[in-house]
């Protein structure tokens, strides 16, 4: 059964500082993974979806990376603002049934 | 971007009470999905269609049922409401397409409180 870690569960970090999320999954055997940002008490938001087949995606501030094999994926957000403030989640899609498996998810403070 | 809506944002409600949620995607997503999250605690799935007529439950057991009689719609039905049932409930759809790598878009979620 596929499991998704996600480490630390909280973070905080002062405005402008670089920092690294990290997600980690049992099964290799996925389709896809997804990074997601929930601020409190609403939906997720996608941020960056790597395929199986890549190995890393960009969007502005934000790089996602994979490592299939190992089982790991990280978000790393450059110069970090306030803004950013929220629970990042990672989930992976399974090769069979297309199910999403979410982690606990990392909690982010962004001081000013 | 997908447009997925999600009715209604809060709802507080007395035990025994049927309710229904509402979620409705306007991008002809074949695949839906409803989670549940707890506050601090992951998501889990607890319905999924990947079409109309078709649905199955998810991971987490659920006491709730769902029905897909049109592409557009998925609604989340709990006949008798418990306290128990209080959490977040989180829509979702998906394309079974290629090119866009089933990205997952999500409603903003019903808060449901059973009192």
């Known amino acids: 059964k596929q499991e998704v870690t996600q480490i630390p569960a909280a973070l905080s970090v002062p405005e402008g500082e670089n920092l690294v999320l990290n997600c980690s999954f049992t099964?290799?055997?996925?389709?896809?993974l997804q990074w997601f940002r929930q601020d409190p008490g609403k939906g997720l938001t996608s941020l960056l979806l790597?395929?199986?087949?890549?190995r890393e995606q960009t969007s502005g501030r934000l790089n996602a990376s994979l490592d299939k094999s190992s089982g790991r994926s990280t978000l790393y957000i450059a110069a970090s603002q306030p803004g950013d403030s929220a629970t990042y989640l990672c989930?992976?899609?399974?090769?069979?049934?297309?199910?999403?498996?979410f982690g606990q998810g990392t909690e982010l403070s962004v001081k000013p | 971007e997908a447009d997925i809506y999600q009715t209604p944002r809060y709802l507080v409600i007395g035990t025994g009470k049927k309710i229904t949620l509402e979620c409705s995607q306007t991008?002809?997503?074949?695949?839906m999905y409803w989670y549940q999250q707890d506050p601090g605690m992951e998501l889990h799935l607890i319905h999924y269609?990947?079409?109309?007529?078709?649905?199955e439950k998810g991971d987490l057991s659920s006491e709730s049922t769902v029905s897909r009689i049109r592409t557009e719609h998925f609604p989340l039905t709990l006949e008798s409401a418990r306290p128990s049932h209080t959490s977040q409930y989180l829509c979702?759809?998906?394309?079974?397409?290629?090119?866009?790598?089933?990205?997952?878009?999500f409603g903003s979620g019903t808060q449901l409180s059973v009192l």
């Open positions: 979702a759809s998906t394309q079974s397409d290629v090119a866009t790598n089933e990205k997952l878009f």
């Open positions: 989930a992976v899609r399974d090769n069979q049934g297309g199910k999403l498996i």
């Open positions: 790597i395929q199986s087949s890549q």
């Open positions: 099964d290799s055997a996925i389709y896809n």
């Open positions: 991008m002809g997503h074949d695949k």
């Open positions: 269609s990947y079409g109309v007529n078709s649905t």
